[in-house]
């Protein structure tokens, strides 16, 4: 009985390895991006973060959230094939908001097995 419980563990640990191997990887080249001195009443600044899906399976961008309305992403919305790269831009809009430092996050919703991945946008609105 033991032998089989250690066989059915076995094989239920190299499936979930292979799923594991099966599956979209999002590398970004950088996680954050300093936009430094900004004048406040810029209508909209922006800054791209470029990816590669480093996995063996399609990446599928979910959909992102951002912690302020003056924020805004573009992601690609159509399926990133293993090896190819992409762009997410992230577009931040100073006169929305007091003049001053800012530090704002963007979470992004894949297909990896993460699930969520984190970006940062600062600066200061002068």
């Known amino acids: 009985m033991k032998r089989i419980i250690?066989?059915?563990?076995?094989?239920l640990s190299v499936c979930?390895?292979?799923?594991q191997s099966n599956?979209?990887?999002l590398q970004l080249d950088t996680l954050e991006y300093n936009f430094g001195?900004?004048?406040?009443k810029s209508p909209q600044v922006s800054c791209e973060f470029e990816f590669r899906n480093t996995g063996s399976a399609p990446l599928v961008f979910?959909?992102?959230?951002?912690?302020?309305?003056?924020?805004?992403?573009?992601y690609p919305r159509k399926p990133t094939l293993p090896g190819a790269t992409g762009k997410i831009v992230v577009i931040y809009e100073p006169s929305k908001k007091?003049?001053?430092?800012?530090?704002?996050?963007?979470?992004?919703?894949?297909?990896t097995p993460q699930k969520r991945h984190t970006l940062i946008i600062r600066g200061r609105a002068i």
């Open 6 to 11: 250690a066989i059915l563990i076995f094989v």
């Open 16 to 19: 979930g390895v292979s799923a």
């Open 23 to 25: 599956a979209p990887v």
């Open 37 to 40: 001195d900004i004048p406040h």
């Open 62 to 74: 979910i959909k992102s959230t951002t912690s302020c309305t003056c924020t805004k992403v573009e």
């Open 98 to 111: 007091e003049s001053g430092v800012f530090y704002k996050e963007i979470d992004l919703y894949t297909n």
